[in-house]
C-alpha cells in the first residue's frame, strides 16, 4: 500500500516541478524580438522566433516588435530658402534593428515615436530651408525625400531604429498664402481671357464689316444688273408690243380690252361707275369693236372707283 505522506509529496514536487517549467519558457513570434532581463539588467536579445528559456523569478522577457512601424508627423510649418512659408505633411516609417540599444535609450514605442518626431522635424527644416519652394512642391520632391530619410537614419541609429523611408504627403502654402495666390491666379486668368474676348470680338466686327461690305457691293451690282435688264427687257416688250399693234391693229385693240376687262371686272368690292355706251364696252356692243361716233379712242381704260 503506498505511503500517502510520499504521493503528497511527490505531487507538490510535480506541480513546484511544472511551476518552474512555465517559469522558465517563453515563446517568441515571428512579429516579435525580446530582450531578456536579469534583475533589471538586459541581456543578449533574442530575435529567433520559437521556444526560449530563461531563470524564473529572477529573468523577465520584455517583448519588442519586429515589424515596420508607422510614425505620424503632425503637419508643420517651414521656411524654403526662398522666404516662403510651407505647410509640410511628413510621415515615416522605421524598424527596431537594435533591441538593446533601443530599451536603453527610448524603453517603448511612444517614447521612439516621441524621439524619431523631434528628429524627423529637425531633417525636414533642415532639407527644406536649403531648397526653394518650387524645388520642393514640384522638380525634386523624391531627392529631398531621400536626404531628409538619411538624415533621420544618421540621429535615429542612436535610439536602435532604422528609419525605411519618409515621404512628404504635402507641402503646399498657408491657407491664407494659398488663397491669395488663388486669388491672384484667377484675377490673371480672367484677365487673359477679356483679353481673349476682347481679341475675339474685334476679329469678329472686322469680318462682319468686309463682309457687310461685300454684300452690300453684291447687292448693288446686282440691282444695277436687275434695273438694266428690267429695262431691256421693258424695251423688248414695248418693241413686241409696237409690232404687233403695227402688224394688226385691231387685234391688238381687242387683245388689250381684254386684258382691261379681266383686270377691272374682277369678283371684289371693285365697282364702275360708266355710261353703258362707253367705248370701253363696245366689244359688250359690238363683237367687231366698232366704236361709236365721238365715243374715246380704242384702247382707253377708265379708272376704277373703290368703295
Do not use: C
Not at 78 to 101: E, G, H, M, S
Request: proline share 5%; charged share 25%.
Amino acid at each position: 500500500m503506498r505511503n500517502p505522506v510520499l504521493g503528497g509529496v511527490l505531487a507538490v514536487l510535480g506541480a513546484v516541478a511544472l511551476v518552474l517549467v512555465y517559469s522558465s519558457a517563453f515563446m517568441v513570434y515571428q512579429t516579435q524580438q525580446a530582450l531578456v532581463l536579469r534583475l533589471g539588467e538586459p541581456l543578449a536579445p533574442v530575435t529567433t522566433p520559437g521556444l526560449h528559456w530563461k531563470v524564473p523569478f529572477i529573468d523577465s522577457v520584455v517583448y519588442l516588435d519586429n515589424r515596420i512601424l508607422d510614425l505620424e508627423n503632425p503637419s508643420q510649418e517651414v521656411i524654403a530658402a526662398d522666404q516662403k512659408r510651407l505647410v509640410v505633411d511628413a510621415f515615416a516609417r522605421y524598424r527596431i534593428t537594435n533591441p538593446l540599444r533601443f530599451y536603453q535609450s527610448v524603453g517603448t514605442v511612444q517614447g521612439a515615436n516621441n524621439r524619431l518626431s523631434t528628429v524627423l522635424n529637425s531633417a525636414l527644416r533642415r532639407v527644406l530651408g536649403e531648397n526653394a519652394f518650387i524645388a520642393v512642391v514640384r522638380d525634386s520632391r523624391e531627392n529631398l525625400m531621400r536626404q531628409i530619410s538619411e538624415q533621420a537614419n544618421r540621429e535615429a541609429a542612436n535610439f536602435g531604429i532604422t528609419v525605411v523611408d519618409v515621404r512628404i504627403r504635402r507641402a503646399d502654402l498657408p491657407e491664407a498664402n494659398s488663397q491669395a495666390v488663388f486669388q491672384r491666379m484667377q484675377t490673371e486668368r480672367q484677365r487673359e481671357a477679356a483679353e481673349i474676348r476682347a481679341q475675339g470680338n474685334e476679329a469678329s466686327q472686322r469680318l462682319r464689316a468686309r463682309a457687310d461690305r461685300e454684300a452690300t457691293i453684291v447687292l448693288a451690282e446686282a440691282n444695277s444688273k436687275g434695273e438694266q435688264l428690267r429695262g431691256e427687257g421693258d424695251a423688248e416688250r414695248n418693241r413686241i408690243f409696237a409690232d404687233a399693234f403695227g402688224r394688226d391693229p385691231d387685234f391688238f385693240t381687242f387683245y388689250r380690252s381684254m386684258q382691261a376687262y379681266e383686270a377691272s371686272l374682277k369678283s371684289t368690292d371693285t365697282r364702275l361707275v360708266m355710261s353703258p355706251d362707253s367705248s370701253f364696252f363696245r366689244y359688250f356692243q359690238d363683237p367687231t369693236g366698232t366704236r361709236p361716233a365721238g365715243s374715246a379712242a380704242p384702247g382707253a381704260q377708265p379708272a376704277p372707283a373703290n368703295n
